[in-house]
T-cell receptor
Framework: RKEVEQDPGPFNVPEGATVAFNCTYSNSASQSFFWYRQDCRKEPKLLMSVYSSGNEDGRFTAQLNRASQYISLLIRDSKLSDSATYLC???????????FGRGTSLIVHP | EAGVAQSPRYKIIEKRQSVAFWCNPISGHATLYWYQQILGQGPKLLIQ????????DSQLPKDRFSAERLKGVDSTLKIQPAKLEDSAVYLC????????????FGPGTRLTVL
């Protein structure tokens, strides 16, 4: 089993739709979690950190489920500009080495 | 605040040649990372520095790759000799303290090995 797994997609959704991605991790001792956004041929940029209590930033909600070892990202009211690849990052488990998933591609169409 | 700087942005070389990449992190950031991102995959950590010490280089192919971070600031990543499978984007990132912080990425160097 890979350390961090994501469904590569693509998720093809219309504008205004709600879409959710999951990211599973194998190391139960992992301690910090992030979602990054990567536009085509650009560098990754932080979208949001994922806290144990969950967090929300506008249309974006991130949650952590430690029992099932996954994090999720929910995007409400999708915009064309949300089209990108969403990367999850998991740190910790003793080594504090950041591990990226392969990313989930989102395409929002008119 | 200036971001992470990388150069060159693009490089084309033939296999068995050598290449070097340079990274200047955000001022004051203690941790510096080099990643390799192959098309369609997530970034793979090659090496992580805390100040000028190596925290992890377990995924660095040490027979051909080397990296250093002089005086805990700038860093260079070298490949010698290059192979076809080294074609990728090499991303440098920095964070204020460590990997539990936000990482700030540079624009990357796109390497093509022919």
């Amino acid at each position: 089993r890979k350390e961090v797994e994501q469904d590569p997609g693509p998720f093809n959704v219309p504008e205004g739709a709600t879409v959710a991605f999951n990211c599973t991790y194998s190391n139960s001792a992992s301690q910090s979690f992030f979602w990054y956004r990567q536009d085509c041929r650009k560098e990754p940029k932080l979208l949001m950190s994922v806290y144990s209590s969950g967090n929300e930033d506008g249309r974006f909600t991130a949650q952590l489920n430690r029992a099932s070892q996954y994090i999720s990202l929910l995007i409400r009211d999708s915009k064309l500009s949300d089209s990108a690849t969403y990367l999850c990052v998991v740190n910790g488990g003793g080594s504090y080495i950041p591990t990226f998933g392969r990313g989930t591609s989102l395409i929002v169409h008119p | 605040e200036a971001g992470v700087a990388q150069s060159p942005r693009y490089k084309i070389i033939e296999k068995r040649q050598s290449v070097a990449f340079w990274c200047n992190p955000i001022s004051g950031h203690a941790t510096l990372y080099w990643y390799q991102q192959i098309l369609g995959q997530g970034p793979k950590l090659l090496i992580q520095f805390q100040n000028n010490g190596v925290v992890d280089d377990s995924q660095l192919p040490k027979d051909r790759f080397s990296a250093e971070r002089l005086k805990g600031v700038d860093s260079t990543l070298k490949i010698q000799p290059a192979k076809l499978e080294d074609s990728a984007v090499y991303l440098c990132a920095s964070s204020p303290l460590g990997p539990t912080d936000t990482q700030y990425f540079g624009p990357g160097t796109r390497l093509t090995v022919l």
